[in-house]
């Protein structure tokens, strides 16, 4: 069954202890059992594909995909990947990565590009705001 979301009902089995932990990670983050559920098999099957990225919150309580064992987001090393005319190991010395790293993170982008480009609009978005609040308050002190 497909709804308008684009989404399909599945029914599954899971242990009453997978179940309760789902519940009370549900409660704890305070969204659904479905929407976490949803989130979490999202992002095993993406970290399953993309062994080297894993997921953290981010600005606006997105949760972003971000290159392993750093705090550099895809979307940063796509950036800057670009800036670099395309040059993985410019990139990867920029950040002092091992060029396999900024690899993952362009192979995650060309699986992703939506999500990685929204995620790039959002951190903007905040940067922005962030910088107006910032002239506003230098505003009321000149």
């Not at 979490?40 to 392993?68: C, D, M, N, W, Y």
């Not at 064992?69 to 990867?92: F, M």
């Not at 920029?94 to 995650?108: E, I, M, N, S, T």
């Amino acid at each position: 069954m497909t709804t308008s979301g684009g989404s399909a009902q599945r029914s599954f089995r899971l242990s009453r202890r997978t179940l309760e932990q789902l519940d009370a990670m549900a409660r704890a983050a305070g969204e659904s059992r479905n929407a976490l559920a949803e989130r979490l098999l999202s992002e095993a099957i993406k970290t399953a594909v993309h062994p080297l990225i894993r997921f953290q919150p981010g600005a606006l309580g997105r949760r972003r995909a971000h290159v392993v064992g750093t705090r550099l987001s895809v979307y940063q090393v796509i950036s800057t990947l670009r800036g670099n005319d395309g040059d993985v190991d410019q990139t990867a010395e920029d950040f002092g990565l091992a060029p396999q790293l900024v690899r993952a993170a362009l192979a995650y982008y060309a699986d992703y590009t939506d999500e990685v480009d929204e995620d790039a609009a959002a951190a903007a978005q905040v940067e922005r705001e962030e910088c107006e609040h910032w002239e506003r308050q230098q505003q009321a002190i000149a």
